[in-house]
């Protein structure tokens, strides 16, 4: 697509169900970044997928959090029993290595954990 | 702790008056970026400075890049009021260059 597409936009949920944010990124992309932002914070590193590579899990906060990427393209970012220090909004990103790493971010999902 | 720090924190100008923003970075990097965004959504990439070089511009933005310091500042001339959003340094490490590392940002205020 045009750009980086996030789903959903926003996401209200009970305190210890599991949630799934989605990320299409920009068509031809092969890396792709998970990053957290709580409230007036700055991002904080979650994931990376580049290509066929192992991704880099190190930004992961804990075992409730997990990420996969089917067949290169779109990513699923998974928390699971959700605590309410999970809210955030969780932006993913993407860019392609003909050029710097420069990112093109998307909208975010809006977690909001009750 | 943060590769990123940016300073100020929050910055509130004047509209026409010159913004300038700071980040300090602690390891070796491949270049440094800044972003900006709005609302809390989406960044958008503004410009990338490598770190061999010293100073960039593009249109109204300068960036400058000390590594010796590990510091680079990043000057907006003649604000807007368009201007008001948060602003990010991102760092790419030279181990592991893919991954960028954000600051926490300062939020810049354009007041008319």
């Known amino acids: 697509g045009a750009g980086v597409s996030q789903s959903p936009s926003n996401k209200v949920t009970e305190k210890g169900k599991d949630v799934e944010l989605r990320c299409d990124p920009i068509s031809g992309h092969t890396a792709l970044y998970w990053y957290r932002q709580r409230l007036g914070q700055g991002l904080e590193f979650l994931i990376y997928?580049?290509?066929?590579?192992?991704?880099?899990k190190s930004g992961l906060p804990s075992d409730r959090f997990s990420a996969e990427r089917t067949g290169g393209s779109v990513s699923t970012l998974t928390i699971q029993r959700t605590q309410q220090e999970d809210s955030a909004v969780y932006l993913c990103?993407?860019?392609?290595?003909?050029?710097?790493?420069?990112?093109?971010f998307g909208a975010g999902s809006r977690l909001t954990v009750l | 702790s943060q590769q990123g720090e940016e300073d100020p924190q929050a910055l509130s100008i004047q509209e026409g008056e010159n913004a300038t923003m700071n980040c300090s970075y602690k390891t070796s990097i491949n270049n440094l970026q800044w972003y900006r965004q709005n609302s809390g959504r989406g960044l958008v990439h503004l410009i990338l400075?490598?770190?061999?070089?010293r100073e960039k511009h593009s249109g109204r933005l300068r960036v400058t890049l000390d590594t010796s310091k590990k510091s680079s500042s990043l000057l907006i001339t003649a604000s807007r009021a368009a201007d008001t959003a948060s602003y990010f340094c991102a760092t790419a490490l030279i181990q592991g260059a893919q991954k960028l590392v954000f600051g926490q940002g300062t939020r810049l205020t354009i007041n008319p």
């Open positions: 997928f580049q290509g066929n590579s192992a991704p880099d």
């Open positions: 990103a993407s860019w392609t290595r003909a050029g710097a790493n420069v990112l093109t």
């Open positions: 400075i490598r770190s061999n070089e």
